[in-house]
Nanobody, 121 residues
Framework: QVRLVESGGGLVQPGGSLRLSCAAS????????MGWYRQAPGTERELVAS???????KYADSVKGRFTISRDNAKNTVYLQMNSLKPEDTAVYYC???????????????WGQGTQVTVSS
């Protein structure tokens, strides 16, 4: 059982900042990558940023230079610092963890419940 607990969403003015946090817990063997997706009403879920273990960070073009993803491996926590927020950033943001629950288990994707980010004047 893997549990992802998200926090940090809310309402912010354009140009403001928010920091999202996601802590993973449970019977996970290891974590290969952590990241954030978002989904606005009527749209498909899209990758915002990811940070694989031992790999390069990846960002959607729309957030490059504004968002920063980071990890605290000791706490199994991933963060998303969001600066210079725009109304088009409004969406439900979902934490994503790619990991393994056992030595013989396949890699799987685990999802948080989502946290609402609303950017509005």
């Amino acid at each position: 059982q893997v549990r992802l607990v998200e926090s940090g969403g809310g309402l912010v003015q354009p140009g403001g900042s928010l920091r999202l946090s996601c802590a993973a817990s449970g019977s996970i063997f290891n974590i290969n990558a952590m990241g954030w997706y978002r989904q606005a009403p009527g749209t498909e879920r899209e990758l915002v940023a990811s940070i694989p273990t031992g790999g390069m960070t990846k960002y959607a073009d729309s957030v490059k230079g504004r968002f920063t993803i980071s990890r605290d491996n000791a706490k199994n926590t991933v963060y998303l610092q969001m600066n210079s927020l725009k109304p088009e950033d409004t969406a439900v943001y979902y934490c994503n963890v790619i990991g393994r629950v056992g030595v013989l288990a396949q890699l799987n994707a685990y999802w948080g419940q989502g946290t609402q980010v609303t950017v509005s004047s």
